[in-house]
């Protein structure tokens, strides 16, 4: 196989794990939302279980996208020197801060025996979608 050809296995695989890594981002908020509403025991348990399960799932796909993302990066260490490269890498950075902070929700609600407020949830549970657009536009278009 030629380097090209590994080069594009390594892409799919990268593409692959972002989108694992995007469901878990996409999902896991909406859960600390209904988490936050729940008022019995078993729910909140319930609750705490799958955000935990989800959490190692994407974070699992968050590790398998940055080694192949690396992997490639290896490869075509030229980007580095792209601007819109630069924007990408800028938006991932915030990205794993905001994938961090859903391990800290998790064990917020988790140790929280009663309803909360689910506004800034809300808010929250959107944030992945700014990152999905930027992160896409930016590696399709390369607008600079």
């Not at 078993?42 to 398998?64: D, H, N, Q, T, W």
């Not at 905001?98 to 407020?117: D, K, V």
């Amino acid at each position: 196989m030629q380097p090209t050809n590994y080069y594009l296995w390594l892409k799919a695989l990268h593409i692959t794990f972002m989108v694992t890594w995007f469901a878990g981002l996409f999902y896991l908020p909406r859960l600390f939302i209904y988490h936050a509403g729940a008022d019995d025991l078993p729910g909140r348990k319930r609750f705490s279980l799958m955000e935990k399960r989800l959490y190692g799932i994407m974070s699992l796909g968050a590790v398998l996208t940055a080694m192949f993302g690396l992997a490639l990066l290896w490869m075509n260490p030229d980007l580095l020197s792209r601007t819109w490269f630069q924007a990408k890498l800028l938006l991932l950075v915030a990205m794993v801060a905001y994938h961090l902070h859903c391990r800290h929700w998790i064990r917020r609600l988790e140790s929280t025996a009663a309803t909360e407020p689910t506004r800034g949830l809300r808010w929250f549970n959107e944030i992945p979608v700014i990152f999905l657009l930027g992160i896409v536009f930016l590696a399709v278009l390369k607008p600079f």
